[in-house]
């Protein structure tokens, strides 16, 4: 049988290597000892403990893997990490799971489960509870009979007075664990931003110089100088003179140059968010004899 153990603190996967969950308890069958369950931290900051069967699970290191899909072991009955496994709740677990009373894939035999680890090792469990379908397994957190450890210093099937999840045996203490929040950060997108560049039409005023030509009548009086070309023609006649005149005239015409160039940058700005999950912890009480006190001490 493998080291189950070791993966306590380890990862849980399924049967395709999707990550489960951490794995929090070992639970152990009171009448062999043998591991039986292991309770996973599933979902948001580890907020929901699934119970999960150890029959034809394997270890690899400090992993465990089971042959169930991720899917399947998140719809589990919900069960109480914190309270010993009560009949009831193993019997829906193991029925979840396709199970028989022993743990181990039933072939549907009232009273008696019997089915193959890994497909070699045959185990057989007769009920001896006088319950239907339970097999004579009775399991709890520690692995221990509630009414021995009731009995105040009655040894266990270890030989010693302790028995809790560090191991087998135990010394005059026990250890108080809790849970801490362990936060981190994703990235993800939070929006797309684009340049779109489009044309538009706009008036613009510009002054320019123009010249025109004008008509100036001019007057001379004869004069030797002038004699001949008055003298020049008939005494009186009819005659016509043309004169062009000129003028400028503002024109406009365009061309396309470059202004400027634009684009995009980014900056990484840091702000505080405030998450919130919920963590368990353990208290360990002290129950005192009647005749030495009363009430009961917390840790």
């Known amino acids: ?24 308890e070992i639970y152990t069958d009171k009448d062999t000892g043998e591991p039986s369950f292991a309770t996973v931290h599933m ?3 580890g907020s929901k403990t699934t119970f999960v069967p150890l029959a034809q699970a394997t270890v690899e290191g400090n992993d465990l893997r089971v042959p169930y899909t991720k899917a399947h072991v998140k719809d589990a009955p919900n069960v109480d990490p914190d309270m010993d496994i009560t009949d009831e709740e193993q019997d829906r677990l193991y029925r979840h799971y396709g199970l028989g009373s022993s743990g181990y894939a039933t072939t549907g035999t ?31 957190r520690d692995g221990v009979d509630d009414r021995d450890e009731l009995r105040g210093g009655t040894r266990n099937e270890h030989g010693t007075v302790g028995h809790d999840t560090s191991g087998p045996t135990t010394d005059d203490a026990m250890t108080r664990s809790e849970e801490r929040l362990t936060v981190g950060v994703q ?7 684009r340049l779109r560049k489009y044309v538009v039409t706009e008036q613009q005023n510009a002054n320019v ?63 505080t968010e405030t998450v919130t ?5 353990e208290q ?9 006190g009363t009430g009961r001490r917390n840790s």
């Open 1 to 24: 049988m493998p080291d189950f153990t070791a993966v306590r603190g380890g990862t849980a996967y399924d049967n395709d290597g999707t990550k489960l969950g951490s794995i929090d």
């Open 43 to 45: 979902g948001l900051f």
């Open 110 to 140: 009232t009273g008696t489960a019997t089915g193959t680890t890994a497909g070699t090792d045959t185990r057989t469990a007769t009920d001896t509870t006088g319950t239907t379908g339970r097999g004579g397994v009775d399991l709890d």
């Open 187 to 193: 990235s993800q997108e939070a929006g797309r931003a």
């Open 209 to 271: 110089q123009v010249s025109h030509e004008q008509l100036r009548v001019e007057r001379e009086p004869i004069t030797d100088a002038n004699r001949g070309n008055a003298y020049d023609g008939p005494a009186i006649s009819e005659e016509e003179h043309e004169v062009v005149l000129h003028e400028e005239r503002a024109v406009v015409d365009k061309e396309a140059v470059p202004v400027e160039r634009i684009r995009v940058g980014k900056e990484t700005v840091t702000d």
């Open 277 to 281: 999950g919920e963590v368990r912890k």
């Open 284 to 292: 360990i009480e002290l129950e005192e004899p009647n005749n030495l």
